[in-house]
């Protein structure tokens, strides 16, 4: 009996080990803002103003809906997770974006819900929105979702019970 305590103190709780890091270059934030670029010129030119509205109405909808979503997930989380999470707006993460660890099965499993439940949401405003505003809404939230969606397919091979890191430069993922 003596023998199986001493080997329990060795034990060590939290370790983590760096897996995979995928780094954010700098052409990946400059696209990313270019896309945006490019849907704002698009609306400018086949709407004029009621395209430049419906921009400003697709962004700050999206990340509502985001947002939204995003707490509603983390309610049902046994433990909360909302103080790692909070607002950023760097390229290319725009948005209500984990601030600190998170693992990597609860991060999937967010986008998820993130990208169909956002399209559902958006779907519920068709009888009310014009077409320049549901463009906006639909292009906005791919483009919000987009490098997520990229580090998951990236990490497809991790395993679930890992944790996920993102920072400004790149993303790294641990494994426990």
């Known amino acids: 009996m003596r023998g199986k305590l001493a080997d329990q103190d060795k034990a060590t709780i939290y370790q983590y080990q760096l897996i995979q890091k995928v780094l954010v270059r ?25 395209g430049i509205k419906a921009l400003g109405i697709g962004i700050t909808g999206a990340l509502f809906i985001h947002f939204i979503i995003t707490r509603l997930t983390l309610i049902r989380v046994d433990e909360p997770d909302d103080r790692r999470w909070g607002w ?7 948005g209500y974006v984990p601030t600190a660890h998170i693992e990597l099965g609860l991060y999937r499993r ?3 819900h993130l990208l169909w439940l956002g399209l559902c949401a958006i779907g519920v405003f068709y009888p009310w929105a ?4 549901m463009i906006s809404l639909i292009m906005c939230h791919i483009w919000i979702l987009a490098p997520r969606l990229v580090i998951m397919r990236k990490l497809r091979q ?17 494994h426990r």
């Open 130 to 133: 014009n077409e320049p505003t």
């Open 158 to 174: 991790a395993h679930r019970n890992g944790v996920l890191r993102i920072a400004g430069t790149d993303v790294s993922y641990y």
């Open 88 to 94: 950023r707006m760097m390229a290319p993460w725009f």
């Open 110 to 112: 967010l986008h998820r």
């Open 26 to 50: 700098d052409e990946l934030r400059k696209s990313h803002l270019t896309i945006l670029a490019i849907l704002s010129i698009f609306l400018l030119i086949m709407y004029r103003l009621d």
